[in-house]
Each structure stands twice: as C-alpha cells, then as structure tokens.
C-alpha cells in the first residue's frame, strides 16, 4: 500500500495534561462563525482571533480544512493578495478585537492569562506549500507581563521558528523559547503567520495542526487507507469502517503498547469495554486513527 509522507505524533493525537499546559483548541476542531452576512460568513477557531476581519473584504485567510488521510480538521491560513501586495495571514490565540493599527505590536499583541513559570518548547505539525521557493511561515511564541506603570506588554521570554517549504504531508516543527527577563508571565500568546516578517510572497498557504507545549514521544506515517470510526468517543465497541477485510489490526495506548490486536471483517467491532478511559490508538496496515475511551 502507497503511503503519504504524513507525519503524526502519537501524544499529538491525544494526551492528558494539566490545566496550566492547556492550549485552548489546540486541534483546530471547534470553529466560531464571524455571524456576518455572506459574503462575510468566514470562521475562526475556536479561542483564536484572525485576520479574516482585515481583509474579509478581499477573502478569508484563515479557513478550515482537513489534509488528506487524516481524520481531524486543521487551520490554513493563506497569503491573500490585497490590491497587489502580498498580506500574510495572521492567527493568534486568545480572544480579542483585531485592529489594523494593532498589528505593529505583533508579537505580544492577543494571548491569554498564564501562570506560572514560562515553557522551553511549542510543538506542532505543519504543511507549507508556495509558488515562491524563497518564501517561508513562521510560528512566534511569547510569554509576558503587563507593564502598568507605562501601559505596555513586556516580553519575559520567546521564541520563533521559520517554517519552509514542504512537501506533501504534514510535518513536525518546533520553537525553542529562550527567557528575556527575570519578571514571571501573566500571559502567553502563540502567533502564527503565512508570511515571513518583511519578505511576504503571494500563494503561501500554511496548514498547522497540534500546537502543544508537550513533546511529542513518537511519530509514523499514516497510509492512504481512509479509516473511520464511531462512535468516538466510546464506551464497549468501537466499529471501523472503510477498510478492506482481513488486514490486521491492533490497538495502542499512549505510550505505544499493545492492547488489543484482530483481523478486519466486513463491520469490524471491536470490544473496548475493559479498557480504562483515555486515549488509544488504532493501526491498521499501517494506517492510524485514534479513538477516546470514556
């Protein structure tokens, strides 16, 4: 069977973490509609803030989609071109208003409350398609505080990753995130952007999906068999559809250790209901999808 060059960390598909590691719709699953009229009918995901606003008279840069060969949906965000110049798309955690005048002050601007102690490391997967060779993304994240005594943000520390051009599938990057002061954050904001700085290029299109400060502690290819599965989550079976039968299947929790393994039929069911809730893994033939164990 033909595979794609998808790659997929197994702790980004799911995982348990605290409520301080929690980066709100960290998989782009849960979109919010602008509640305009069409054509200003654009979404944004949930918890985020885009730059759909800014140009929804042109188009939106910021879109749902799903990659082939996954089973979740992603953010693309897109290099418009605005009466002939290149405006790279803008997304940025938190919930606010967007201004034009506001974008100046990118990368501090957005972001949400953060206690505690800054991360060393944002982890996503990413697709960067071009008709520029030369152009490139960026991921920016930055952990800071308010400066009330002169009415600004101030960086405590930060880090930003350029991301090139690939090729087909989706692709791991990392951000390592370095202290600027001694100051403790209160906030921490993640942006990211089609274009790179000063350097923007038409037809750049950025698809980002997984964004975690936990690292992921596996990867492997997903194959172009299309598997689905319901319900999900689920609590005594879980069927699969959309596979051939008589291909071996087996069942992994998190860490990679083997549960449950089976040959496919033609209504495949298999029995989880002496599993402890959380999140597994399905493989078949080298296919993988993932399924929550209430």
């Known amino acids: ?51 759909n606003g800014l140009t929804e008279f042109i188009g939106a840069a910021i879109t749902k989609t799903q990659y082939p060969n996954t089973i979740s949906n992603q953010v693309k965000i897109k290099t418009l071109n605005v009466f002939g110049n290149a405006v790279p798309g803008l997304l940025i955690n938190g919930d606010f208003t967007l201004k034009l005048s506001d974008t100046g002050t990118l990368p501090l601007l957005g972001g949400v409350p953060w206690s505690g102690s800054f991360k060393s490391k944002l982890y996503g997967l990413y697709n960067f398609t071009v008709t520029d060779t030369t152009d490139s993304a960026m991921a920016v994240v930055m952990f800071k505080h308010y400066d009330n005594a002169n009415n600004t943000p101030i960086a405590d520390a930060g880090g930003s990753t350029v991301l090139a051009p690939t090729g087909p599938g989706m692709f791991p990057f990392v951000v390592d995130i370095s202290q600027i002061t001694f100051s403790t954050p209160d906030s921490m904001v993640i942006t990211l952007v089609s274009g790179k700085e000063n350097n923007f290029k038409l037809g750049g299109e950025l698809t980002v999906d997984f964004v975690s400060f936990d690292q ?18 689920a609590t005594n079976l879980v069927s699969v559809w959309g596979v051939e039968s008589g291909l071996p299947y087996t069942v992994l929790d998190i860490t ?10 033609s209504h495949t069911s298999i029995d989880v209901a002496h599993l402890d809730k959380g999140c597994y893994i399905i493989t078949i033939n080298g296919a993988t999808t993932r399924f929550i164990k209430e």
């Not at 794609?4 to 960290?26: E, G, H, K």
């Not at 992921?216 to 989550?233: C, D, W």
């Open 1 to 51: 069977m033909k595979k794609t060059l998808l790659i997929v960390s197994l702790f980004a598909l799911c995982f348990t973490i605290s409520a301080q590691d929690t980066i709100t719709n960290r998989g782009f699953e849960r979109w919010t509609p602008s509640g305009k009229p069409a054509p200003f009918d654009w979404q944004e995901p949930e918890g985020w803030t885009s730059s």
């Open 216 to 233: 992921p502690v596996a990867v492997q290819p997903i194959a172009s068999t299309t598997i689905a599965i319901y319900p999900n989550p």
């Open 256 to 265: 990679g250790k083997q549960l449950i393994n089976g040959t496919t039929t």
